[in-house]
């Protein structure tokens, strides 16, 4: 009975050409990257010096901080795209490849290493050295670094303001009992009025009625005034605290939900400037792609 053994064959030409015209050139795509970082660094330089050419003294009509603030973003974002593109085209043209597909994932992937090197220093030490070397800067054209951070940095600049006034409602309450108790009490008295005010304010709602009684006579010994005019006078004062709250308490949801709003939006802004810029790097590297004559060396005879 005869045997028939198989032998391994050798690839085809046409095989190993298909491998080498598909295959990775890291030399092109590192190369992309590096000069995308520094055409980034440069555009940014240049979004820099428009934007304090724009900024004049105290005196001068200057451009409000949230406009200042936006065209930072939009200027990173588009220099982003530009560096990109030329990224991508440098390492398409590099790789050789005469099929534009190809050259366009090399484009393609020099983005998306140049973009981790960039969140890895945003993230990193070398992130808060950079970021503080450039805090003076951002923070005379509106704080804004890119478009995420922008919008979110202007949310909470437009928050601050409420925040600030949300101070402690029985600071003020306190001072009102020392004013009215003053010039009338030793500072003994207006001490412990001022004191049993606020363990009636903050303290246990359920020992309510026995801390008005004891904030009332701390009160009128204080004033020198009737129990009933001081125990009027703590009811009020509970109006007052209980509206402060309340009012606090608003301003602090509104606060916390324009920051969330902002912050909503800078996400979707940054994953389109993403997209974006991977778009570019691809385009560019379908441009660089070079021609089937040059990519073999060859030219053509009449």
């Known amino acids: 009975m005869a045997t028939t053994s198989t032998i391994p064959t050798a690839p085809s030409a046409s095989a190993v050409s298909t491998v080498h015209l598909h295959q990775a050139s890291w030399g092109a795509i590192f190369a992309g990257a590096v000069l995308a970082l520094v055409a980034q660094v440069i555009l940014n330089m240049v979004g820099v010096g428009i934007g304090l050419s724009s900024v004049g003294g105290p005196a001068a009509d200057n451009p409000a901080a949230s406009t200042l603030s936006m065209g930072a973003g939009l200027w990173f974002v588009g220099s982003g795209i530009v560096a990109a593109l030329v990224g991508g085209f440098l390492a398409g043209r590099l790789s050789g490849k005469p099929v534009a597909a190809t050259a366009g994932y090399h484009g393609l992937v020099s983005w998306a290493v140049s973009t981790l090197v960039v969140l890895y220093l945003l993230t990193s030490a070398v992130g808060g050295i950079v970021g503080g070397a450039f805090g003076a800067v951002t923070s005379t054209l509106g704080g804004a670094g890119s478009l995420v951070g922008g919008t979110v940095q202007t949310a909470a600049q437009a928050a601050a303001p409420s925040l600030s006034k949300i101070s402690n409602p029985l600071d003020g309450i306190e001072n009102t009992v020392r004013q009215q108790a003053a010039g009338q009490d030793p500072q003994a008295l207006r001490d412990a009025a001022a004191s049993a005010v606020r363990a009636l304010l903050s303290g246990d ?40 709250v309340a009012d606090a308490k608003q301003k602090a949801k509104v606060a916390a939900e324009a920051t969330r709003s902002a912050a909503t939006q800078g996400a979707f802004y940054g994953a389109l400037a993403l997209i974006l810029g991977a778009l570019a790097g691809f385009l560019g590297g379908r441009f660089g792609a070079v021609g089937p004559a040059v990519a073999y060396g060859t030219t053509r005879r009449a």
Do not use: M
């Open 205 to 244: 709602p359920a020992q309510k009625a026995q801390a008005e009684n004891r904030a009332a006579d701390a009160l009128a010994k204080a004033q020198g005034i009737p129990a009933d005019q001081a125990k009027a006078q703590i009811q009020d004062y509970e109006k007052q605290y209980d509206a402060a």
